[in-house]
């Protein structure tokens, strides 16, 4: 079964604070993506990730994904109440079924 | 709608009733898909469509979960004998799907929230 850990599952954070949310697994990934939720709605893609050690930004949010094609990372630089919600990273298989698995997902909280 | 739509947005159904879940895809996406989210928590795969056949259905719990897809478009969760362990919101997504660029959006509806009593 493969599996996508993310980390930490929670975190509650002060406006203006940095953070950095992991996703972590032992199986490689064709691409890998990271969508957010908010409560009542179905997840948002922010970005999708394909090329190892590759880095894309979208204004305060960096997204990261591994050489290896295992893991990623997502840091928000100076975040903002608006920022709250359920971060989720989805990882494609390999095997051209474009199945995609999500993490365990990381609930953030920005207080104003 | 331009957008993933699925019905009914909530369902409260007895212990041992079936239910069906209904997912109207975006026009012209090829692939669907079927997660289950407990608790705000990550989405657990349940079955993928491309087209009207399912390639992988691997993540259906047991047998009393079906699914099928019919014209390429709407596609229908039904479980069997429901349990209270099936209380949970299950959320369709399609996407332009095989033989479209790597990586391709899921577009999500707002789920069914399911409530087994």
């Known amino acids: 079964t493969q599996l996508l850990e993310q980390s930490p599952q929670f975190l509650s954070i002060q406006e203006g604070e940095n953070l950095t949310v992991y996703c972590n697994s032992s199986?490689?990934?064709?691409?890998l993506q990271w969508y957010r939720q908010e409560p009542g709605e179905g997840p948002v893609l922010l970005v999708t990730v394909v090329t190892g050690g590759e880095v894309k930004k979208l204004k305060r949010l960096t997204f990261q994904f591994g050489d290896a094609r295992k893991d990623s990372s997502l840091h928000i630089t100076a975040a903002q109440p608006g920022d709250t919600g359920l971060y989720l990273c989805?990882?494609?298989?390999?095997?051209?079924?474009?199945?995609?698995?999500f993490g365990t997902g990381t609930r953030l909280k920005v207080l104003a | 709608g331009a957008g993933v739509s699925q019905s009914p947005s909530n369902k409260v159904t007895e212990k041992g009733k079936d239910v069906e879940l209904r997912c109207d895809p975006i026009s012209g996406h090829t692939a669907l898909y079927w997660y289950r989210q407990s608790l705000g928590q990550g989405l657990e795969f349940l079955i993928y469509?491309?087209?009207?056949?399912?390639?992988?259905k691997s993540g259906l719990p047991s047998d009393r979960f079906s699914a099928e897809r019919t014209g390429g478009s709407v596609s229908t969760l039904t479980i069997q004998r429901t349990q209270q362990e099936d209380s949970a919101v299950y959320l369709c997504a399609s996407s332009l799907g095989a033989g479209h660029q790597e990586g391709s959006p899921l577009h999500f509806g707002n789920g069914t929230r399911l409530t087994v009593t």
């Open positions: 989805a990882g494609a298989t390999l095997r051209g079924t474009y199945k995609y698995i």
């Open positions: 469509f491309q087209g009207n056949s399912a390639p992988d």
């Open positions: 199986s490689v990934f064709s691409s």
